[in-house]
């Protein structure tokens, strides 16, 4: 592991550059009628405003965590949020939909770069077990909080200065993000030019995905049995198929193969897909129903989503404390049964009278489930994995979580759209992600469990007892 100059500064870095990537995911929720009305886009053209930034993410993925791994994690974390800042700029002087589509994907694939760099950073910098379970949880209060507080910020930003408002936010941080890390992360080494890259894995492998990622955010508009989705997903589905063959025999693969027999991360990504197949979407419906249904304006939407913030970060605090405890599949375990329990309860909330408070204890469990699940899913991703790869391990696993993302909103936009009225399909939408969010509950029990005595399995000894194991002192190699 390579030291970090200043330990305690550096995570504050990487906790943020995890804001900023979250944020994007939710701000422009709230500001989307200003902005369809302003820029001219068609009924069926919005939702990419929202898609282009999903399916570039999770179609770059692999290549960003690789990119990390083989160039150096510091670089890739600047040219990412390079990349980032002048989309975000190209993004808030757009005129037209193009424009617009175009700025949302680049900032897509500048998040795909930063991403693996980050969380990478946050598991090679400090040692596994006690010392970066904290981290995790301070680098997931960020992210988790994100998500949430995007909604909150989108509000504030529109009703202040405009829709434009929501990418130009982001120049001066992705700014003030890059400069800093020359002096707080550590120093990349020389290029291993061992290792090239895989270029056949690359050409199929973010093919594959960004194309299966676009075909299923087109359902919502399309339906699972036109042309356009039956043919994308079975060109992506072939794609993937060449990619893992060429993954099979090449000697630099882009994903290692035997990473997927791994007794951690494999169930760690079945879980991930499916908190972004339900618990993540849940936002965005929350957001529906505050606008459309109890007639939010943009601003009272976004101050409506304090909260859940606020409870998610309570849930933050929480999991680490509880992964010591009992363990990763312990915490996973309670933390999706408080997502499912806490979906039920906002869906039973989301009735056509209703108002703030009839959401408010979903909202409360929803949230605690939403801040406990987002670090431990992650440290269950990174755990036994070697330092050299954690980047691909990272990219593969928020690869799961967006292509989850797309698959879940895709369906439960259906189920929602089925519903007599708005309400009744919001209602039956966030119903259908309660019950699914229990698959989520198999998968854990797969992980690794929990000594018969000691400290939990999934939690190193020697890290879980050690005086010294806290935040914020780094380890070197």
Request: aromatic content about 8%.
């Amino acid at each position: 592991m390579r030291s970090a100059p200043r330990p305690g500064l550096s995570l504050a870095l990487l906790a943020f550059s995890s804001l900023i990537t979250s944020l994007d995911f939710t701000i422009v929720y709230v500001a989307l009628p200003d902005l369809v009305r302003d820029v001219g886009f068609s009924d069926g053209s919005a939702q990419w405003v929202i898609s282009a930034y999903a399916v570039f993410f999770g179609g770059f993925l692999l290549l960003g965590g690789r990119s990390g791994d083989l160039l150096g994690r510091r670089r890739m974390f600047v040219l990412g949020m390079i990349a980032f800042g002048v989309a975000s700029l190209l993004g808030g002087l757009a005129t037209s939909p193009g424009t617009l589509i175009a700025a949302r994907a680049i900032q897509g694939v500048g998040a795909a770069i930063v991403f693996p760099a980050t969380l990478a950073q946050v598991n090679t910098m400090f040692a596994e077990g006690r010392e970066r379970l904290r981290a995790l949880g301070v680098w997931a209060m960020a992210g988790a909080g994100g998500l949430s507080a995007g909604a909150l910020l989108g509000g504030v930003l529109t009703h202040a200065f405009g829709w434009e408002a929501v990418f130009l936010v982001n120049v001066p941080l992705v700014v003030a993000a890059a400069a800093a890390a020359f002096w707080l992360l550590p120093a990349d080494g020389p290029v291993d030019r061992g290792h090239g890259y895989d270029l056949p894995g690359v050409v199929t492998g973010t093919a594959g995905a960004t194309l299966l990622v676009y075909s299923i955010a087109e359902v919502p508009e399309t339906g699972w049995t036109s042309a356009k989705f039956v043919i994308g997903a079975v060109l992506a589905l072939g794609l993937l198929a060449a990619f893992l063959a060429v993954e099979a025999r090449s000697r630099s693969p882009l994903m290692p193969l035997r990473l997927l027999r791994d007794r951690d991360l494999a169930p760690a990504l079945v879980i991930i897909f499916v908190f972004g197949a339900t618990m993540q979407n849940v936002v965005y419906f929350l957001t529906l129903y505050f606008q459309d249904v109890l007639g939010y304006t943009a601003l009272r939407a976004g101050l409506a989503f304090l909260g859940l913030s606020a409870v998610i970060a309570l849930g933050n605090f929480a999991a680490g404390r509880l992964m010591l405890r009992i363990g990763i599949r312990g915490t996973l375990i309670t933390a999706l049964l408080l997502g499912a329990a806490g979906s039920a309860l906002l869906a039973a909330g989301m009735v056509a009278d209703g108002s703030y408070l009839t959401v408010l204890a979903g909202i409360a469990v929803y949230g605690m489930g939403m801040g406990t699940i987002y670090p431990t899913q992650f440290a269950a991703a990174a755990t036994g994995v070697d330092a050299r790869e954690q980047g691909i391990a990272g990219g593969m696993a928020n690869t799961a979580m967006q292509i989850g993302v797309g698959v879940g909103l895709a369906v439960l936009v259906g189920v929602a759209a089925s519903g007599v009225g708005t309400a009744d399909g919001l209602r039956a939408a966030v119903t259908v992600s309660a019950a699914l969010t229990l698959v989520g509950v198999i998968a854990a029990l797969a992980l690794p469990g929990r000594s018969a005595s000691g400290p939990p399995a999934d939690v190193p000894e020697a890290a879980a007892t050690s005086p010294a194991a806290g935040l914020p002192a780094g380890r070197s190699a």
